[in-house]
């Protein structure tokens, strides 16, 4: 009999994930609260609430819970735990889940990280400014693709930008001049075996990641030196099973870390015809007790999100070296609807072949 994998959220990570688990010969289920979640198309689909405990009781004959989203409530993967095993462990999804905690525990593991100050209540944001200069206000839970967010140049900003925290505790970061925004994926195993992909270069648009360049160009072997070391003291001290992004800002010679999340992650996307194994297999093979595949690259590639709509696949796929994958949503302004792979034996082919896409489109 097939082993049986349970997936806390049905997404588009939920789908990729089902879809790397079934060659590995496992069945999948999803929990997701919508009739229409991606994951539907190829995993049994339990709609329900993700705090509906009759619900959740569908996953106990589950041998394996893993989750796809950090926004899972802490409370459901808790009582999944007391039934069987969870990767990622509860713990990392609580500190994901607050960006205080979160930033204290990168600076007691020595990880830098942009100046940063706790926001309760309007005087905390004064205070903050006066302290760090222009920043970021983000709500400490919840808040994603730039919500719960708002940014703050000038003192007299200050309260007009806090309010639309709307009453929420927040944080409030340092602006840093940055030259670009890394991310790196890492997969630990249950026998504490740790991969690395590549660090790759992320760029975004109003808070959303558009491309991935794959690996990140003119990378020095202190940097990625770096951002291993973090990234394992990170997941040696969560106990972590389970694939695991960092996302970093790069200041000159330095790395300063903005957030993780315990899950598969959009930078990793690109690994799925990229990689000789995607991040969505060796998430599989880490929470399923398999030994992790090689994350050795096979070819350069760009990714990058389709947003709102997903145009022509005749056209995507005239491009020589494009992948597409579709996600099943429907179309709606701002949401991730697919992602095409661009892969080039050099990022240089890579990137003439988007700017080829890119016409076309």
Known sequence: MSKRL???????????????AHPLGL????????????????AEHIQCA??????????????????EFENVPETAASQLACQGPVYPPVEALRASQDRWVEKNMFQSLGISTTRCSRVDK??????????????????????????????VRHAHEVEEKFALLEGAAAIAEQIVSFERELSLVVCRSQ??????????????RQGVLRTTLAPAPNISAELRHAAEKAATALVKHLNYVGVLALELFCVGDQLLANEF????????HWTIEGAFTSQFENHVRAVSGLPLGSTEV???????????????????????????????????????????????????E????????????
């Open 6 to 20: 349970g997936i806390l959220g049905g997404g588009q990570l939920g789908r990729m994930l089902a879809l790397s």
């Open 298 to 348: 096979r070819s350069a590639a760009i990714m990058t999100n389709l947003i709102g709509q997903v145009p022509e696949a005749e056209k995507i796929l005239a491009v020589a070296g494009t992948h597409l994958h579709d996600y099943g949503k429907a179309p709606r302004s701002g949401r991730k609807v697919g992602h095409v792979t661009i892969l080039g034996d050099t990022l240089a």
């Open 50 to 67: 993700f705090d509906d405990e009759d619900g959740l009781r569908g996953l106990t004959d589950c041998d394996f819970v893993t989750f």
């Open 350 to 361: 890579a990137q003439a072949r988007t700017e080829q896409l890119e016409s076309l489109l």
């Open 191 to 204: 026998q504490g075996e740790i991969a690395f992909y590549p660090l790759v270069e992320n760029i975004h």
């Open 27 to 42: 069945s999948v289920v999803v929990v997701d609260p919508s009739a229409h979640c991606p994951a539907r198309a190829v």
């Open 261 to 268: 999340a315990p899950r598969v992650h959009n930078s990793g």
């Open 122 to 151: 309007l005087s905390d944001a004064h205070a903050a400014f006066q302290a760090l200069g222009p920043m970021i206000l983000k709500t400490r839970r919840f808040g994603y693709d730039g919500k719960g967010q708002a940014v």
